[in-house]
């Protein structure tokens, strides 16, 4: 491998690792600012925290560490110490914040007793902020590692184990003293909307569209958007039947966010131009989704 090659490699890792310390640093907040005050118990280990934290008043990032630091002694002997790397940090990121960022009181950003704005609000942002972190390959551990450990031992899909600790974890919170059918709600609610937003920020940047372009001027629009949306594009011999003429497709399969880029090439080119868009549901190779295999 080149030097330039390890160098850009170097700063993509440096770039990931920021994005992932902007996504826990989101979470976090979420945390502080909206559930925590109004005592909402979400998933994960973060919902282990608050429920000690409601019953004990011991600050959450400990209950966080703590527990963190156990799953992760397990995941290293099960799983292996490339996985646990980028999980080390996440906690150790994740842990720092909740030391850091104050506990905002009560009714600071929302009404004392709006409870389920706060439950929606504080699911955005954490949903945000856990998607941004999987956008950058990162992990905030937790569960996570329990469903990665269980899943190499047991055909059970990750999705499914994760759903089974949190809904246990938040039905926990009936036993609180402050704990209630209602409040159940409330942390199930969080779950629901931060599972939303995850999946929006991750789909919204990875959704992929396929275009198909007439056009006679197919050389220049192949060549500039090989160029300045770098993308593959491949032209298909195609033959018009009302015409009985030939013609010459363009197809492309890209992000969602280059259409823009893509329709304006074509437009400059050839405003007279044919085009078809589609959404793709799944696009793997190179410069797409890595292909999964089980």
Same mark, same amino acid.
């Given at each position: 491998?080149?030097?330039?090659?390890?160098?850009?490699?170097?700063?993509?890792?440096?770039?990931? $690792?920021?994005?992932?310390?902007?996504?826990?640093?989101?979470?976090?907040?979420?945390?502080?600012?909206?559930?925590?005050?109004?005592?909402?118990?979400?998933? %994960? +280990?973060? %919902?282990?925290?608050?429920?000690? $934290?409601?019953?004990? #008043?011991?600050?959450?990032?400990?209950?966080?560490?703590? &527990?963190?630091? @156990?799953?992760?002694?397990?995941?290293?002997?099960?799983?292996?110490?490339?996985?646990?790397?980028?999980?080390?940090?996440?906690?150790? &990121?994740?842990?720092f914040f909740f030391s850091i960022i104050p506990q905002a009181p009560t009714g600071t950003f929302v009404g004392k007793d709006d409870n389920f704005m706060a439950c929606i609000i504080g699911g955005l942002l954490s949903g945000a902020?856990? %998607?941004? +972190?999987?956008?950058?390959?990162?992990?905030? %551990?937790?569960?996570?590692?329990?469903?990665?450990? @269980?899943?190499?031992?047991?055909?059970?899909?990750?999705? =499914?184990?994760?759903?089974?600790?949190?809904?246990?974890?938040?039905?926990? *919170?009936?036993?609180?003293?402050? #704990?209630?059918?209602?409040?159940?709600?409330?942390?199930?609610?969080?779950?629901?909307?931060?599972?939303?937003?995850?999946?929006?920020?991750?789909?919204? @940047?990875?959704?992929?569209?396929?275009?198909?372009?007439?056009?006679?001027?197919?050389?220049?629009?192949?060549?500039?958007?090989?160029?300045?949306?770098?993308?593959?594009?491949?032209?298909?011999?195609?033959?018009?039947?009302? *015409?009985?003429?030939?013609?010459?497709?363009?197809?492309? &399969?890209? =992000?969602?966010?280059?259409?823009?880029?893509?329709?304006?090439?074509?437009?400059?080119?050839?405003?007279?131009?044919?085009?078809?868009?589609? *959404?793709?549901?799944? @696009?793997?190779?190179?410069?797409?989704?890595?292909?999964?295999?089980?």
């Amino acid at each position: 491998m080149s030097l330039k090659s390890i160098t850009k490699q170097t700063w993509e890792d440096i770039r990931e $690792y920021i994005i992932i310390a902007f996504g826990l640093f989101m979470y976090a907040g979420a945390w502080k600012a909206f559930l925590l005050p109004h005592q909402i118990v979400g998933g %994960g +280990v973060t %919902g282990v925290g608050a429920l000690v $934290y409601y019953a004990t #008043g011991l600050p959450i990032s400990v209950t966080y560490f703590s &527990i963190n630091a @156990v799953l992760l002694l397990i995941a290293i002997r099960s799983i292996g110490l490339k996985f646990s790397l980028r999980t080390i940090y996440g906690v150790a &990121i994740m842990t720092f914040f909740f030391s850091i960022i104050p506990q905002a009181p009560t009714g600071t950003f929302v009404g004392k007793d709006d409870n389920f704005m706060a439950c929606i609000i504080g699911g955005l942002l954490s949903g945000a902020g856990i %998607g941004i +972190v999987f956008l950058a390959n990162g992990s905030s %551990g937790g569960t996570d590692i329990i469903a990665k450990v @269980v899943n190499k031992y047991r055909n059970i899909t990750l999705g =499914r184990i994760l759903l089974y600790c949190d809904v246990l974890i938040i039905s926990s *919170s009936y036993f609180l003293k402050v #704990g209630s059918v209602e409040r159940i709600v409330y942390g199930l609610t969080q779950l629901a909307v931060a599972t939303i937003a995850v999946d929006m920020v991750i789909n919204g @940047v990875r959704q992929s569209v396929q275009f198909f372009i007439f056009s006679t001027h197919y050389e220049k629009i192949a060549t500039r958007i090989n160029q300045e949306v770098n993308r593959g594009v491949t032209i298909l011999d195609g033959m018009g039947w009302y *015409s009985k003429e030939p013609v010459k497709v363009i197809t492309v &399969i890209a =992000r969602k966010n280059e259409s823009i880029k893509i329709f304006r090439i074509v437009k400059e080119e050839d405003p007279n131009a044919f085009i078809s868009q589609s *959404s793709a549901i799944g @696009v793997y190779g190179r410069g797409f989704d890595v292909i999964k295999g089980k």
